[in-house]
């Protein structure tokens, strides 16, 4: 059978068996997050006297000739074999399934993790380790940060019966301030880089950027703001559904009225479906100014696969990034950055794959934000508004289509609307008829020669 090598930052449909070509070390840590693993490699550099550390991707033991492969030669020859498995045994089954015994009749210790700040008993029982240590190593991996992954290093040294064992986890806030060079900082750390009175500019992500080592893109987001010669917020938040993280933003918005929001953590807060109850979206909160949102879209895929495949984005980038947010209303900006290899971290034999921002692509979000703060201070009788109607098939039959709308009437009320708040509205047609024989007296698509 064909063996492919790992490459860093791509997922494993599992289709093909990967050989991660490890040998055996101390330790050996495995997890879905390119930013845990990431953290880890990091702060093993970090340490006098590390363990020797094997860290793997998940997402390159998928196939079960891959995770056999990994056992055999890697694994079931480690002293310690840590796996944090985002959602849950059944995403992992045959690796979860298989460790466990291999590792068991080997001898090896075995603790199997969640991969959030869920308790997951099956998991916890498939584990050979004291309680106390897996309660302990588990705080370790869900709090993150520089910190705590060196006395996650320091623990796993201490159960292998070198050295003391560590303080316990230091906690990381839920939600907060971030700035580039300070880390977790306050609004008066991020106002003290500020130009008075420019328009200010949040850009909310996910707390996991802060916990592992994928901060990149955002630092060059604010870098670039700053230079535009807006004021950027950074923020970080565990969910955009957290009550801590929307009691944050609510008060940071608060304090500090946005003018447009970048927006780069996944998913909706809403929901499409009629008779589903409403959830409260601190993006479109009144202390969020009515600021407009634009999706700044962090892709899981390399640059390579951007530009090699046809569709852009993978699948589940759009899902996640474009489809979904739309419920929220959230406008669409790009892909600002790509996941790719770092360096290959011989030490750990791993390739630490990160987020790799995209010059460009950060230059053009910068240059959105720009005009919309200014379009937002510019009086409506001077703005211009185009409203684009679909004209395909490109028949006259299918003007303003839009399947299951009345797309004709809602231009019309949306030019009406517009002209009572002020934006100069010339000569608006009645109603749909008028509407429509306006738009055929004009070109359309329709070629009947």
């Not at 055996?24 to 490699?41: C, Q, R």
């Not at 460790?99 to 969640?114: D, I, K, M, S």
Request: aromatic share 6%; hydrophobic share 45%; charged share 20%.
């Amino acid at each position: 059978m064909h063996l492919l090598a790992a490459t860093p930052g791509s997922i494993d449909d599992g289709k093909e068996p990967v050989d991660l070509g490890q040998t055996p070390a101390d330790v050996v840590v495995i997890s879905a997050a390119d930013t845990e693993l990431a953290a880890l490699s990091a702060a093993r550099g970090d340490m006098p006297a590390p363990p020797s550390l094997r860290l793997a991707s998940m997402m390159h033991l998928m196939h079960p000739m891959s995770v056999d492969l990994h056992l055999d030669a890697c694994a079931t020859k480690s002293r310690l074999v840590i796996a944090r498995i985002l959602g849950g045994g059944g995403y992992w089954k045959y690796g979860l399934e298989q460790y466990a015994a291999r590792l068991h009749e080997a001898g090896v210790p075995f603790v199997a993790l969640p991969g959030d700040d869920k308790p997951d008993p099956e998991l916890r029982s498939l584990s050979t380790v004291a309680e106390e240590d897996y309660d302990a190593l588990w705080a370790y991996l869900v709090e993150g940060g520089p910190q705590n992954a060196v006395h996650f290093l320091d623990y796993t040294q201490a159960m292998l019966g070198s050295g003391e064992k560590p303080a316990a986890a230091s906690p990381l806030l839920r939600a907060g301030v971030y700035w580039p060079g300070a880390g977790l900082a306050d609004l008066a750390v991020a106002q003290a880089e500020w130009t008075d009175g420019a328009p200010v500019v949040p850009i909310v992500f996910y707390r996991a950027l802060v916990q592992g080592a994928g901060l990149n893109p955002i630092n060059r987001l604010v870098k670039s703001l700053l230079r535009a010669g807006l004021n950027p917020l950074p923020i970080f938040v565990a969910s955009l559904k957290d009550p801590v993280s929307k009691a944050t933003l609510d008060g940071l918005f608060g304090a500090a009225p946005p003018s447009v929001i970048l927006n780069c953590t996944s998913f909706a807060v809403g929901s499409p479906h009629a008779g589903d109850s409403a959830t409260d979206n601190p993006l479109a909160a009144p202390s969020a100014n009515a600021a407009p949102v634009f999706q700044v879209v962090l892709a899981a895929s390399s640059r390579a696969a951007w530009n090699e495949g046809l569709t852009g984005l993978s699948a589940r980038d759009i899902a996640m990034n474009v489809a979904l947010p739309e419920v929220d209303g959230r406008i669409l900006s790009r892909a600002v950055s790509f996941k790719g290899e770092a360096y290959f971290d011989e030490a750990t034999e791993c390739p630490i794959a990160t987020y790799q921002a995209d010059g460009n692509r950060i230059a053009w979000v910068t240059e959105l934000a720009a005009n919309w703060a200014r379009l937002r201070t510019t009086p409506e009788g001077e703005r211009r508004v185009a409203l684009v109607l679909a004209n395909y098939p490109n028949k006259d039959g299918r003007l303003a289509n839009g399947v299951g709308l009345d797309t004709p009437a809602a231009t019309v009320h949306a030019l009406q609307l517009l002209g009572e708040a002020g934006h100069r509205v010339t000569d608006p047609p009645a109603d749909s008829a008028a509407l429509m024989a306006q738009i055929m007296a004009g070109p359309t698509n329709w070629l009947t020669d």
